[in-house]
């Protein structure tokens, strides 16, 4: 018999499975501890919402923002996202495609300074 899973499991699956070049770039960076041993993972549903990679150690949620974004959604899921204890930090499609090195660095500093908050935008 097979297992039944949950719409978020499945879900979470097909964002995994669908990931954006500029998404798969970001998490070759990120998967297997290599950004200063903090294990992140992709597509994690909280709540109604999914985080394109978060370090549940660190509170820390990165989201990746393609030309699309709605900014009134985005503003709804960081707020629903700090309410439950995480930092959110937003980077464009562009940042990363320009600079993947200066967008890993950013990243790097949020991990190290736990206390230090996400620019907004």
């Known amino acids: 018999m097979r297992p039944v899973h949950s719409p978020e499991t499945v879900r979470a699956r097909e ?7 500029t ?5 070759s960076r990120l998967r ?6 903090f294990r992140f993972r992709r597509q994690v549903p909280i709540g109604d ?4 990679f978060a370090c549940l150690s660190a509170r820390l949620v990165i989201e990746i923002d393609g030309p699309l974004h709605e900014e009134l959604a985005d503003a709804q899921k960081t707020a629903y996202l700090e309410g439950q204890g995480f930092r959110v930090a937003r980077f464009s499609v562009d940042d990363v495609d320009q600079s993947l090195d200066d967008v890993m660095d950013a990243i790097f500093i949020y991990l190290e300074s736990p206390g230090l908050r996400p620019e907004a935008g």
């Open 15 to 21: 964002l995994r499975r669908d990931m954006s070049g």
């Open 49 to 52: 919402f999914f985080a394109d």
């Open 32 to 37: 297997r501890k290599q950004l200063a041993g």
């Open 23 to 27: 998404e798969r770039r970001v998490w």
